[in-house]
């Protein structure tokens, strides 16, 4: 499956940005979808992520209560909806897939989008 994401940018703190990913090549409704995010010097983080039906969530202490996930299988693609945006957000963020049903541990990710660049200042 590839992945590609968009809608990242430059937003004030406090402000919002809904970041997308569009998967094509498989069946997508087979996959546990994530967000993971990458700051300068730092690890690769999961952010967020999601099971097959979307019953299913996780989310990092870091972004609960201000991050949402969500998937819309007609259309192929995952949102991450990121309100009252932080400084500390500031990260490239990738999306990522792994064929299966229930969400998985980080590292089962096996599928990468390209990333997209989110910069929190004032």
């Known amino acids: 499956v590839q992945l590609q994401a968009s809608g990242g940018g430059l937003v004030q703190p406090g402000g919002s940005l809904r970041l997308s990913c569009a998967a094509s090549?498989?069946?997508?409704?087979?996959?546990?979808l994530a967000w993971f995010r990458q700051a300068p010097g730092k690890e690769r983080d999961l952010v967020a992520a999601?099971?097959?039906?979307?019953?299913?969530?996780y989310y990092a202490d870091s972004v609960k209560g201000r991050f949402t996930i969500s998937r819309d299988n007609a259309k192929n693609t995952v949102y991450l909806q990121m309100n009252s945006l932080k400084p500390e957000d500031t990260a490239i963020y990738y999306c990522?897939?792994?064929?299966?049903?229930?969400?998985?541990?980080?590292?089962?990710?096996?599928?990468w989008g390209q990333g997209t660049q989110v910069t929190v200042s004032s």
């Open positions: 990522a897939a792994r064929w299966s049903r229930d969400i998985v541990p980080p590292r089962e990710y096996n599928y």
């Open positions: 999601i099971s097959w039906t979307g019953a299913g969530t």
């Open positions: 090549g498989r069946t997508f409704v087979s996959y546990a």
